[in-house]
């Protein structure tokens, strides 16, 4: 059996020009942010281990390091989504409150759009109580636009 080493990434640097190095790229999906664990492989098929450690999540951009020398760069993934463009305050309440009771993450994509990750029978719900204003479209999922975050740091005032 031919087994690959995975490189431990021993440093990670937050906040990094994605473009700034020729360092590889790492693809995670929205939902892998919080994950303690990872061995993933990257786009040029480096195998990579990495621990959250002290860092509370893996954040888009994030710079992976091994022994002084950055590896890979990571990028959350666009994945497909249900958006509603609220067009006040009341219906964006009214959105939020709905698929609150649905126990999924809400995303502040852009002013007053939101966006929730795609499932087929919220699709159909959704659909059905806002017409044709709902829409799908492919969209990074980034956990500093959840209404989670916003509301707890505070950021969109």
């Not at 249900?82 to 219906?91: G, L, R, T, V």
């Not at 719900?125 to 509301?151: C, E, M, V, W």
């Amino acid at each position: 059996m031919n087994t690959v080493q995975p490189v431990v990434i021993d440093e990670v640097k937050t906040e990094i020009d994605l473009y700034s190095e020729n360092a590889d790229i790492l693809e995670l999906e929205w939902f892998e942010n919080k994950k303690q664990k990872l061995t993933r492989t990257t786009r040029s098929g480096m195998v990579l281990e990495l621990r959250l450690g002290n860092l509370k999540e893996w954040q888009h951009g994030d710079g992976l390091y091994n022994n002084g020398q950055l590896v890979a760069t990571i990028v959350i993934k666009t994945c497909l989504t249900i958006c509603f463009p609220a067009e006040n305050d009341s219906e964006a309440a009214d959105f939020c409150y709905f698929i609150g009771n649905q126990h999924l993450p809400v995303f502040l994509i852009s002013h007053q759009q939101f966006a929730v990750p795609y499932d087929g029978r919220l699709y159909e719900q959704l659909s059905f109580r806002y017409g044709t204003r709902i829409q799908l479209n492919d969209a990074q999922l980034l956990s500093t636009k959840s209404l989670r975050y916003l509301a707890k740091n505070r950021t969109h005032e």
